[in-house]
């Protein structure tokens, strides 16, 4: 039985604190809540009293004789806090100790975990990704907020993750299994603990977790494409796909929190890009690939997430392409004529290979539905080297699957590795972020 400490904080998603306090001691753990003065107006001690079974404060000065403000951060095993709070993360990430719970922040000896839950605004202001930066290079394992409805009418990233999440993620970190998970799909291939795998292993049906422990992004130069091509057939018409740049922009998010200088390569995104991110704006393939290969030398990381059109038209018409109205032609149409467009992820891969260095690492992403030669995995293997990328990230797609959707599931393929490909989802997407840079930073750590 594990001790642990559930810190709440004034947000309006404290309510939800209940659901993942009652799984946590449903699991057979010591829970104590310690909740701010703010969070108990939002929920009351007796809530908490009830569900955890002890006296709940959130004064210092209550049973001071027993050195509580200290106690409970030596012998916890976990410090959890759901919600975190924009005002609780920056005084956690500042060392300032004014409650009994920023008191358990500051003296805990195990590992901690914060579920963040805020406004957008709040958690894309600069300070909170300062702050997010500066408590993941101490090891405190940070959350992914999700993006939803938020209070009133505003919606966005921020929303607190589900209790489920967060419940996976502590017994993760304490080295335990879901009892409820493993009676389910069960074990992705390779099981929870692949030997060799990047940081983030889970069950099929498991959200992305954190590696413990979690180096940073810091000092690192990143470029990152994101969105779906345009190939122009005439001035009106072009050829193009279904990505809309959220897998993307949630790895620039991530990185750029980890404190990584991040440059976004974004081919027709409509979504707004991360604070801190530099944008660049390109619309075909041909466009990309200049873009990408001219910030490669110089780069420690490049990640192929944009979905580049395979073929173009052979023939850019400057004029719009018109229907027929002659008679006894009403039905034709014009004759389509397609040229490949150049392999941009190998051409990297390459380039690299000539200049006879290791870095950038370099991923991959491939887009991939299954057919009759093989599934998602076969296609993805075979990719992985024929490109000969560090990692691949297989992507589960389809039209009601992955593109534009909040949630996909992915497979972590990793060069050169005998394990099992690590799964990660169903998940939101900035959670599937944080477990690619997990994977990523498995490779950058030697």
């Not at 109205?325 to 380039?351: C, K, S, W």
Request: charged share 20%.
């Amino acid at each position: 039985m594990s001790r642990i400490v559930l810190g709440v904080g004034g947000g309006i998603a404290a309510y939800k604190a209940a659901s993942l306090l009652r799984r946590l001691t449903e699991t057979g753990h010591d829970v104590t809540v310690v909740p701010t003065a703010s969070a108990l107006k939002f929920v009351g001690a007796p809530t908490w009293s009830a569900l955890s079974g002890k006296p709940v404060t959130a004064n210092v000065f209550d049973d001071v004789h027993e050195v509580r403000h200290v106690r409970l951060g030596q012998e916890a095993d976990l410090v959890v806090v759901a919600p975190a709070t924009a005002d609780l993360i920056a005084k956690a990430a500042t060392g300032l100790a004014d409650d009994l719970l920023t008191n358990v922040l500051l003296t805990a000896h195990g590992p901690v975990v914060l579920a963040p839950a805020m406004h957008t605004e709040m958690w894309q202001h600069p300070a909170t990704v300062a702050n997010i930066a500066r408590l993941r290079s101490r090891n405190v394992h940070v959350i992914e907020p999700a993006s939803g409805r938020l209070t009133g009418a505003d919606t966005g990233p921020g929303r607190m993750p589900e209790p489920e999440e967060i419940h996976t993620v502590c017994l993760q970190i304490l080295g335990q299994s879901d009892p409820s998970l493993d009676a389910g799909a069960g074990a992705a291939p390779g099981g929870d603990t692949a030997p060799g795998g990047p940081a983030g292993t889970t069950h099929a049906n498991q959200p992305a977790l954190y590696a413990v422990p979690q180096p940073t992004l810091a000092g690192l130069r990143v470029v990152i494409s994101a969105g779906g091509t345009r190939e122009a057939l005439d001035p009106v018409r072009f050829l193009g796909n279904r990505s809309s740049g959220k897998q993307g922009l949630a790895l620039a998010q991530v990185a750029a929190e980890r404190g990584a200088q991040v440059t976004l390569v974004a081919a027709n995104v409509s979504l707004p890009a991360p604070p801190g991110v530099q944008v660049v704006p390109v619309e075909s393939a041909l466009d990309l690939a200049e873009a990408m290969t001219a910030r490669a030398d110089d780069a420690d990381v490049l990640v192929m997430a944009a979905a580049v059109a395979d073929f173009r038209p052979k023939q850019y018409v400057d004029a719009k392409i018109k229907k027929t109205h002659a008679p006894g032609h009403e039905d034709d149409a014009p004759v389509i004529e397609l040229t490949r467009n150049p392999d941009i992820l190998a051409a990297l891969v390459q380039r690299r290979r000539e200049r006879g260095t290791a870095r950038p690492v370099i991923v991959g992403f491939a887009a991939e539905t299954g057919d009759d030669e093989g599934d998602v995995l076969h296609h993805a293997r075979a990719k992985l080297a024929r490109k000969g990328c560090d990692l691949l990230i297989a992507n589960e797609v389809g039209r009601d699957v992955t593109f534009g959707k909040d949630e996909s599931t992915v497979h972590v393929l990793v060069a050169g590795s005998t394990a099992e490909p690590v799964t990660i989802g169903p998940a939101p997407k900035a959670s599937i972020a944080a477990g690619v840079w997990d994977a990523v930073q498995q490779l950058l750590a030697p």
